[in-house]
């Protein structure tokens, strides 16, 4: 028995499935999740010791590979001085300026914990400012785990095939609407339906929660052009592609301007951290300013600051770092596909920034049904082949793999010869 092995025993008596996060479960791919204990860089250590080549990094915040220095040690230092006030700090302030100087679109922002809390509290304040109760969303795109969300949700929802959610009440998944990604048509005939009933469209701008769904040229724009005619609020949920596709985000990266804007995930440097910005115009209305309530006793936790700030800090001063970190994709990418198209097995390799999927398909992937039909057996099996050789891969073909930039050449020359001898099975 492994040490995760007997940790995963332990942690099912004390803990529902033995995880904080279903997908860390491993319950789609089978298998025992890896208990770790540390990781630095590149690498995560497990329980027994063995080591990894991470392509998860905590689900995107690690963009600079674990333990970065900076960071933890803006962390050891700031703990000292208390590790929560419940009070206003100049930190804040100064977390709010550097989220602004980076972000299209972002007047104002408000600091949360979670990304789910950045989305549910995004929407509420859509839905507080048009008065309207209805909103779109896409198939197989994530937002959190609030109610409002959990219909045709991706990420662990679509990995576990969950239809229907119990304790999510009929009224209100009422007023969640859903279109498949990259459908424009679909979502111009919900706008006609319902007129003057939709408070907000979110998108993920690039999906992440479905593997890698790359937005056909034209869908957002097209959605931006839905929205500015029917006083619709444009949400773009950028938890994943925040601070990861640019420094200004998939906004600035695709050259699309959304109203409300969600973060999470890299935004806090590894600690939990979310935030929802936009235009003055709307923010305003969120408490005590406006009437729109949304609070947290942790909100803006000086310890979560300092780590988001620190990373925010060095993303921003060191721009060639998103050029790293496209690079290393597409060496990926190209070594990927030396591999697979040498078998006898249709494969789609989706990229965009350091977010990348491969999908078991014939088909060209770019909505749910897409990805759901893939030949996502094939995929559990390379997961764990990957695995046993210490390549830390998402265990779930819906779900990207996050690339950081501590990861080397020789990383990755190594990752794509162990993909080539797992084909040789
Ligand atoms: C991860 C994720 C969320 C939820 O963030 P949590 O911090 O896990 O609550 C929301 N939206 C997107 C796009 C995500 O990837």
Redo the contacts with the bound molecule.
Sequence with gaps: MTKSEELFERAKKTIPGGVNSPVRAFKSVGGTPVFMERAKGAYMYDADGKKYIDYINS?GPMILGHAYEPVVKAIQDKAAGSTSFGAPTELEIEMAELIVSMAPNVDMVRMVS???EA?MSALRLARGYTGRNKFIKFEGC????ADAFLVKAGSGVATFNIQTIPGVTAGVSMDTLTAPYNDLAAVQQLVEEHKGEIAAIII?PVA??MGCIIPEAGFLQGLRTICDKEGIVFIF?E??TGFRLAAGGAQDRLGVNADLVTY??VIGGGMPV?AFGGKKEIMQHIAPLGNVYQAGTLSGNPIAMIAGYTMLKTLKDNPSIYKDLEEKTAYLHKGLDSVLSALNTPYVINRFGSMISVHFSDKPVNNFAAAAAANNTLFNKFFHVMLDNGIYLPPSAFETWFISNALSMKDIDETVDIAKESFNL
């Design positions: 689900w979670s990304g789910t989305c994530y937002h959190g785990h993920e992440g929660n949920d938890v994943m999470g995930k979310g």
